[in-house]
């Protein structure tokens, strides 16, 4: 990841406050060795031994050694303690002499235990410092990520990533993507934008070709106003984060390292992301390849019972034309006219499909009258209608729609076909029209078997077909049911399918009516 040099800058402002922490810490030194001895001469007078009197100083050497933290604070406590040992209660009284030859030993004693105990203490307190300090680094890595889980696009991983560390560093933060051709695809700054200049965005730009660190605190770039790192990923380079301090200084080593975690959170956020995508697009690429494979199957299979009829009748009339009467000529012409506009019906839901898959397919809203639409679905179907009773039941009141009155004939033709072809001859068909509500309903029922209760839930699904009625002339290929009802739902409607007592089904779908002047009365 290339050199991150993290040591702040020895700047005027950092020897000030070196300045004031050394008089500060000097001062409560003095204090609290003076306190020690005011304690220790009150003892005296009231006859404690002097060995009580060295525990004093070293429990005030203890108390300075834990509020001053350094190893170097906790020797001067140590000497100064023997030093005013020596000074107030060995003789000659305030001197720093010592009659008795024991004492030098009891001096060197008493300050080596009070070092060893004082830097003791000051390491437990280091240490409790940075146990403190990693248990925030945690909480707050957590918490980072956390929020870079329930990400879902690159463009509010920018945002997310860029908020979480501007909150953490107390820095201006910029985090950039990229697209696989080195272009940005997101770019997001929290915080001040000193990320903008043509140096900052060259800084930016070494960073992702290098795949290096570079900026403020390191040897390339040096002078820019923020540190950039790039987000590697199995792919290479996908994005740079730059940060910029507020203070103006370096990043400490602490602050790289969290800084370095949550880019290696965001590359694992990127892969999977990556991946997820790849994923969709794989199965759509399946799901696609899917419904072309049917969709040829399906051609190749039901086209060609139509087109075989019309060549047989077509290749009967002109090899025998001379010898049929004029009856039997009408008898071949009607089927070729039947099997031609059934190849017409299919190929019209094969395009209307495609068109909807494509979402070329757009509504013609005009006012119809739905008695119309019913009347032209029937007239299209009554030619292959043969053996079966076709009717409709239209209320009095006229009933106006806002609709596309082509695709809704379709949708009747189609419902219409079903009712023929899935019951035997001799059934009624009808269709239905009245008013609910704010909709028009329209609904074909026949008297046929009905339809059993596994093919129900399947019943508008693309190539679903519930096989052949024996002896039937015409069937699709599982488009009809599911292309009504993508054009009912495109209008703002509902279809569905029932059973009906004692026997038959019933296919009912609403279209919302025209809302001004939507009836009169006959």
Not at 334 to 347: H, Q
Not at 472 to 477: D, E, N, P, S, T
Request: glycine letters at 8%; one cysteine or more; aromatic letters at 10%.
């Amino acid at each position: 990841m290339g050199n991150r040099n993290t040591a702040r800058a020895d700047g005027p402002a950092d020897r000030k406050s070196r300045f004031l922490a050394g008089i500060k810490n000097f001062s409560l030194l003095i204090a609290v060795m003076f306190a020690c001895t005011g304690v220790s001469l009150l003892l005296r007078q009231l006859g404690t031994h002097e060995t009580n009197f060295i525990m004093i100083y070293l429990l005030g050497t203890l108390l300075l050694s834990y509020y001053g933290g350094s190893y170097l604070f906790s020797l001067f406590s140590s000497l100064f303690g023997v030093l005013f040992y020596n000074f107030f209660f060995t003789e000659p009284y305030y001197t720093f002499r010592a009659y008795r030859p024991d004492y030098p030993l009891t001096f060197l004693i008493m300050f080596f235990v009070g070092a060893f105990t004082s830097m003791m203490t000051s390491r437990i307190r280091h240490e409790s410092v940075l146990a403190e300090e990693r248990e925030e680094r945690i909480r707050a890595l957590y918490q980072t990520g956390r929020r870079l889980l329930g990400v879902r696009s690159a463009a509010d991983l920018a945002e997310v990533s860029a908020q979480e560390l501007a909150a953490q560093l107390d820095a201006s933060v910029l985090a950039v993507f990229y697209r696989a051709d080195g272009e940005v695809q997101n770019r997001f700054v929290q915080g001040e934008d000193v990320f903008s200049s043509d140096r900052e965005r060259v800084v930016c730009r070494e960073t992702c070709r290098s795949c290096n660190a570079c900026g403020r605190g390191t040897k390339l770039y040096a002078g820019a106003n923020a540190y950039y790192s790039p987000v590697v990923t199995q792919n290479g380079v996908s994005g740079v984060v730059g940060v910029a301090p507020l203070d103006g200084r370096p990043l400490t080593e602490n602050q790289t390292e969290f800084l370095n975690t949550v880019l290696t959170q965001l590359a694992v956020v990127l892969e999977r992301e990556t991946l997820y995508r790849r994923q969709e697009e794989t199965q759509t690429q399946i799901a696609s390849e899917r419904l072309r494979s049917d969709m040829l199957r399906a051609i190749s299979h039901d086209l060609r019972t139509p087109l075989t009829g019309i060549m047989g009748s077509a290749s009967t009339m002109l090899d025998n034309y001379g010898q049929l009467d004029d009856n039997v000529k009408k008898d071949f012409l009607k089927n070729i006219y039947d099997d031609a506009g059934w190849l017409s019906d299919l190929v019209e839901n094969i395009l209307d499909m495609t068109r909807l898959d494509e979402g070329r397919l757009h509504l013609h809203l005009e006012e119809e009258a739905a008695e119309e639409i019913v009347a032209g679905a029937i007239a299209h179907v009554k030619g292959h209608a043969a053996g079966h009773s076709l009717s409709a039941k239209i209320p009095d009141e006229l009933l106006l729609l806002r609709a596309d009155g082509v695709l809704l004939t379709q949708v009747l033709v189609n419902l219409l076909d079903n009712a023929i072809y899935y019951t035997p001859e001799g059934s009624s068909v009808t269709v239905l029209l009245s008013r609910s509500d704010r909709d028009v309903l329209f609904e074909v029922r026949d008297d046929g078997p009905g339809i059993a209760e596994e093919d129900m839930e399947h019943l508008f699904e693309r190539f679903y077909s519930r096989g052949t009625r024996p002896g039937a002339a015409r069937h699709g290929f599982g488009l009809g049911l599911a292309l009504c009802k993508a054009i009912v739902e495109a209008h703002g409607g509902h279809i569905f399918v029932r059973n009906v007592e004692p026997h038959g089904t019933s296919v009912l779908f609403n279209i919302p009516a025209k809302e001004e002047d939507n009836s009169c009365s006959r």
